[in-house]
């Protein structure tokens, strides 16, 4: 059974709910308060959980055993979304104008291919502490790692870690990348992720340095990138979310090679 197979889907199904219901809890609030909650209302989405008929066993920390379904409910908070945005063109076109997010600070490091057929260089973004250098040639927040604090990253510790894909022609300075990175890398130090972003090709002011680029099947940077993660942190259990594109690479890294993972 793929892993793919097993991963639990959340589709988010707009419905109406219970109007009657609405009506007699906002009966006794103030006119402000009657407008939040009629915004809540329509704005109110269901939410579905699909997975396979075998689903991934899951051991907790107090030795319990879940599904990857169940952790997906008890960890999906209640969706209520704008109702001025009520469509997927209108929501993208207000991320563009919202705020600039929770602020991520990385430090970059370019590998070089190691497969010839894919000749050129790739860059990773890893998540780090608050920094104050800047570099005018890469994204917000991101400077090139030096030797010596590349030397230093390797680490016996036991953190889960995230390997993140962008969605197209995109990087690690996305906004919807960074709130989905910023409660894990801020999470309390127990509870706290380490994790990374494997910029396409290109993309993220990265230089190109061959004519090899990327597209759904394009597979071999994030493949190296596991493998060296596997090398360097070998305790640390690996876990992939892509975006858009990026969901199409991820899922293609893993159905073929599901060892790596």
């Known amino acids: 059974m793929s892993l793919v197979h097993s991963i639990a889907c959340i589709v988010l199904v707009i419905t109406r ?34 997975n396979s008929k075998t689903p991934i066993s899951l051991q907790k920390l107090d ?15 209640p969706c209520y ?13 207000w991320t563009a104008k919202k705020s600039e997010g929770p602020p991520v600070y990385y430090k970059r490091k370019v590998f ?16 780090t502490s608050k920094y104050p250098e800047e570099d005018e040639t890469l994204p917000p927040r991101t400077t090139y790692l030096s030797d010596k604090e590349f030397e ?6 036991t953190r889960p870690m995230l390997v993140a894909l962008h969605g197209l022609s995109g990087g690690s300075h996305e906004i919807y990348l960074r709130h989905c990175l910023a409660p894990l890398i801020d999470a309390s130090e127990e509870r706290r992720w380490e994790a990374c972003v494997v910029n396409a090709r290109g993309c993220a002011n990265h230089k190109m340095t061959s004519g090899i680029l990327f597209n759904a099947r394009a ?11 596997r090398k360097t942190f070998p305790n640390r259990p690996l876990y992939g979310i892509g975006f858009s594109l990026g969901a199409n ?3 293609n890294v893993i159905s073929p090679f599901l060892c790596l993972f």
């Open 249 to 251: 690479i991820m899922t």
């Open 17 to 50: 709910g219970d109007f009657s219901s609405f009506l007699q809890e906002s009966s006794t609030n103030t006119s402000s308060d009657l407008i939040i909650a009629t915004m809540e209302w329509l704005g109110q989405a269901k939410i579905n959980f699909h």
């Open 63 to 77: 030795g319990s055993s879940s599904t990857l379904r169940e952790v997906c409910e008890e960890s999906t908070p």
């Open 112 to 127: 070089n291919s190691e497969d010839p057929e894919y000749e050129g260089t790739f860059a990773v973004d890893f998540v």
């Open 152 to 157: 230093t990253l390797p680490s016996e510790d």
């Open 81 to 93: 979304l704008n109702p001025l945005l009520f469509n997927g063109h209108i929501q993208t076109m």
């Open 219 to 229: 597979t071999w940077d994030c493949r190296q990138t596991v493998k060296w993660l």
